[in-house]
C-alpha cells in the first residue's frame, strides 16, 4: 500500500511541474486580421505554408487572428511591432505566417498558416 501511495504522489508532483513548466514556454500571440481579401472571397488557413497545403479554414475581411508571431524566412511579427502599420505589411507581403486558430469551433487549437499579403496589424 505504501508503495502505491508514494507513486500517487510522485505522479502528482510530475504532473504539477509539467503543467506549469509548459506554462512558462506560452507563446505570445500577436492580433492581426484579414485585410485586402476580394470581395466575395476568403483567406484560407492551411496546414503548411503552400497554396497547395490542405486548407484548414476560411476566414472574410475583418476577422481577427492569433499570430504565434512566426513568419517563412525567419521574420517574427513580434521584431517588427513597432513598426508602422504599412511597414509590417510590407515586410511580410510575400510570407506566410503562422495562425493559431479553432478551425472546427470545437476548442481544439492547432496551428496554421495564412498568406501575409491579406494579413494586417489589428
Known amino acids: 500500500m505504501k508503495s502505491y501511495v508514494r507513486a500517487a504522489a510522485a505522479f502528482a508532483v510530475a504532473s504539477t511541474v509539467l503543467a506549469f513548466s509548459g506554462q512558462s514556454h506560452a507563446t ?3 492580433a492581426w486580421q484579414v485585410a485586402g481579401v476580394p470581395f466575395g472571397d476568403t483567406l484560407n488557413a492551411r496546414k503548411y505554408p ?3 497545403s490542405q486548407k484548414q479554414a ?3 475581411n475583418g476577422t481577427v487572428l492569433q499570430m504565434t508571431g512566426r513568419c517563412t524566412g525567419g521574420m ?3 521584431d517588427i511591432a513597432g513598426q ?4 509590417q505589411r510590407q515586410a511580410i507581403r510575400y510570407r506566410w505566417c503562422e ?3 479553432d478551425p472546427a469551433q470545437n476548442g481544439h487549437f492547432v496551428t496554421g498558416w495564412v498568406y501575409g499579403k491579406y494579413i494586417a496589424p489589428y
Open 28 to 30: 505570445v500571440f500577436a
Open 50 to 52: 503552400s497554396n497547395t
Open 58 to 60: 476560411a476566414y472574410p
Open 76 to 78: 517574427d511579427l513580434l
Open 84 to 87: 508602422p502599420h504599412w511597414k
Open 99 to 101: 495562425v493559431w486558430h
